[in-house]
């Protein structure tokens, strides 16, 4: 079985520059999540989705992250502008959406603004 | 507000002794806990959890114990190896509130010594 997909592994860019990241959740896995890893930081969750309805969004900083699920499958969380402090590692996870079940984590995305 | 706290940011053992990893919590709402592996370059694994209505759960090597009324759980690996290196997370969740929100802790990094 496959297990979570993202890319890109690794993303260079200038500050001010927008950024996108892609997910694919494990086949079957309703829910999925975009957690946030600051160095030397456990994963802090930024969104989750449940199919494509984001049911927790609080920890997402809206005036320059947003998220979407089209058709409950994949995912993209995108950075516009990008600043310093957003250089960081970005994971997605999935779970099959019961409450307790596992979460699967994606290997992440290491963003480094400049 | 740190939730979850892992106050060793490494620890060092010899192959063959135990490993004890350490957490406490503050919330005492969370009624699910959980230890994720995570070696670098990879997302975290998840390697055992614990209902609160426990206070041990055996996985092979691995033991973790949860002490609600000290708000402490342990994660304790015997014998330690070193394929085990890896930084370990704890992490705490609401199940029935919060859709499996995962809290984590800021993680704690083993070094197994052959």
């Known amino acids: 079985e496959a297990g979570v997909v993202q890319s890109p592994r690794y993303k260079i860019i200038e500050k001010k520059q927008p950024v996108a990241f892609w997910c694919n959740p494990i086949?079957?896995?309703?829910?999925l999540y975009w957690y946030l890893q600051n160095l030397g930081q456990g994963p802090e969750l930024l969104i989750r989705?449940?199919?494509?309805?984001?049911?927790?969004d609080s920890q997402l900083p809206k005036d320059r992250f947003s998220a979407e699920r089209l058709k409950g499958v994949d995912s993209t969380l995108k950075i516009q502008p990008a600043e310093l402090g957003d250089s960081a590692v970005y994971l997605c996870?999935?779970?099959?959406?019961?409450?307790?079940?596992?979460?699967?984590f994606g290997p992440g995305t290491r963003l480094t603004v400049t | 507000d740190q939730q979850v706290k892992q106050n060793s940011p490494s620890l060092s053992v010899q192959e063959g002794r135990i490993s004890i990893l350490n957490c406490d919590y503050t919330n005492s709402m969370f009624d699910y806990f959980l230890w994720y592996k995570k070696y670098p370059a990879e997302g975290p694994t998840f390697l055992i959890s614990?209902?609160?209505?426990?206070d041990k759960n055996e996985d092979g090597r691995f033991t973790v114990f949860l002490n609600k009324s000290a708000k402490h759980l342990s994660l304790h690996i015997v014998p330690s190896q070193p394929g085990d290196s890896a930084v370990y997370f704890c992490?705490?969740?609401?199940?029935?509130?919060?859709?499996?929100?995962?809290?984590f802790g800021q993680g704690t990094e083993l070094s197994v010594k052959p």
């Open positions: 614990i209902s609160s209505i426990k």
């Open positions: 989705y449940e199919n494509e309805e984001a049911v927790d």
């Open positions: 086949s079957g896995h309703n829910t």
């Open positions: 992490a705490a969740s609401w199940v029935n509130n919060q859709g499996g929100k995962l809290i």
């Open positions: 996870a999935s779970s099959a959406g019961q409450a307790g079940d596992e979460q699967y």
